[in-house]
């Protein structure tokens, strides 16, 4: 009994120390995955610390874009006031040159504007051809009166009939045109 009794002891000895063993081993194990995790844990702290640095920053950054954007804001509203009062100006303006218009009997419409701007453009051409008219019928000589004699006192004497219009050219007016004066 004494041998298996030392024999239990040393089992149990044994058995002892291999727990002890594995116990070591799991604690260095269990360490090791600790130390691990605690890194890794480490590394994403950093991460998120570097993360949270960057939002404060693009806050920083709203909140100016922010303000700068109310500030257009009131300075667009203060521009479209601004307009709605010119238009209101310019629309009554408007109205009481129309009634003013109404009131003179204004009753002049784009189909006048026509009619004038076509009287205009045949006046032109009718001018333009009366000129062309009068640069033919030119000479280089002066007109001279049929039948007149010079005094030596500078008076007339002569036959012909002086005034006499008949059979000369008028103009649309009913005048004597300046070309035919002295000539039948």
Do not use: C
């Not at 044994?14 to 844990?41: C, P, V, Y």
């Not at 009997?105 to 008219?133: A, I, W």
């Amino acid at each position: 009994m004494l041998q298996k009794n030392k024999e239990l002891q040393f089992r149990l000895s044994r058995a002892q120390k291999e727990i002890e063993d594995a116990g070591l081993n799991q604690q260095e194990e269990l360490m090791t995955s600790i130390r691990n995790k605690l890194a890794k844990l480490h590394k994403e702290k950093s991460i998120w610390t570097e993360k949270e640095g960057q939002m404060e920053k693009n806050i920083g950054d709203l909140k100016d874009e922010n303000a700068k954007l109310r500030r257009a804001l009131v300075d667009s509203e203060r521009m479209r006031q601004e307009m709605n009062e010119q238009m209101q100006a310019v629309l009554q303006e408007l109205y009481t040159l129309r009634k003013s218009a109404a009131e003179a009997g204004d009753s002049r419409t784009f189909k006048d504007f026509v009619q004038v701007k076509r009287e205009l453009v045949q006046l032109k051409e009718e001018n333009e051809h009366l000129k062309f008219k009068l640069s033919q019928g030119k000479s280089n000589s002066l007109p001279s009166l049929k039948g007149a004699q010079t005094l030596s006192n500078g008076n007339f004497k002569g036959g012909g009939r002086l005034g006499s219009a008949k059979g000369r050219p008028k103009d649309a007016m009913g005048y004597l045109t300046g070309t035919h004066v002295g000539r039948k």
